[in-house]
């Protein structure tokens, strides 16, 4: 399976931009990149997904490489609610079904 | 209305006992699972369900069983319960087997003493 590598940790100020990085260099032509997150005491949460092209939504953005061996969500302005787990997954879909395999995953802490 | 509810969401027992958790969604997805977070954080699914019928079983011991009533509900219930199974077990559905995002349940805790 696919695999991801993400930091264990990150920091940020409120009010500003948050790049998180995820490797991901043996994903596979059919693999889509998944960003999940998970706030404290809470079940993981959808943040956005894309395969080639960068894409944007109300949360987040992702921006992907060329090679795609590698991605980073932005967020474009940190809130103290967006302190949690982010998990970058590589979604494998096959007759199996629709598997997302959670990593370790980055842990963004947000201060006042 | 919550999306996907659990229930309990504490459970604490002895060892060797029998408990089931219960799981729901009201989203009228066709695709249910259930993923194991364990004291590491790490969390790994367990069984995924589509349409009552199960799709994948991740090596998960056959003292778990999932009994899925309806695509709406699928029940986890777990026999002769060890130290080894305490975690969060989280359910969450999606759209199909093969849909982008799938939502969480608030998770239930589990400790078995």
């Known amino acids: 399976d696919a695999k991801t590598t993400q930091p264990n940790s990150m920091e940020s100020n409120e009010e500003e931009p948050v790049h998180l990085p995820c490797n991901h260099s043996?994903?596979?032509?059919?693999?889509?990149i998944h960003w999940y997150r998970q706030l404290p005491s809470q079940g993981p949460e959808y943040v956005i997904h894309?395969?080639?092209s960068n894409v944007n939504n109300r949360m987040a953005s992702l921006a992907i490489a060329e090679d795609r061996k590698s991605s980073t969500l932005i967020l474009h302005r940190a809130t103290l609610r967006d302190a949690a787990v982010y998990y970058c997954?590589?979604?494998?879909?096959?007759?199996?079904?629709?598997?997302?395999?959670f990593g370790g995953g980055t842990r963004l802490m947000v201060k006042p | 209305d919550t999306a996907v509810s659990q229930t309990p969401k504490y459970l604490v027992t002895q060892m060797g006992n029998d408990k089931s958790i219960k799981c729901e969604q009201n989203?009228?997805?066709?695709?249910m699972y259930w993923y194991k977070q364990d004291s590491k954080k790490f969390l790994k699914i367990m069984f995924s369900?589509?349409?009552?019928?199960?799709?994948i079983n991740e090596t998960v011991p056959n003292r778990f069983s999932p009994k899925s009533p309806d695509k709406a509900h699928l029940n986890l219930h777990i026999n002769s319960l060890e130290l080894g199974d305490s975690a969060v077990y989280f359910c969450?559905?999606?759209?199909?087997?093969?849909?982008?995002?799938?939502?969480f349940g608030p998770g239930t805790r589990l400790t078995v003493l």
């Open positions: 894309g395969l080639t």
């Open positions: 043996t994903i596979s032509g059919t693999d889509y």
């Open positions: 369900y589509n349409n009552k019928e199960l799709i």
């Open positions: 989203l009228g997805h066709d695709t």
């Open positions: 997954i590589l979604r494998v879909l096959n007759n199996a079904g629709n598997m997302l395999t």
């Open positions: 969450a559905s999606s759209p199909q087997t093969g849909g982008a995002t799938q939502y």
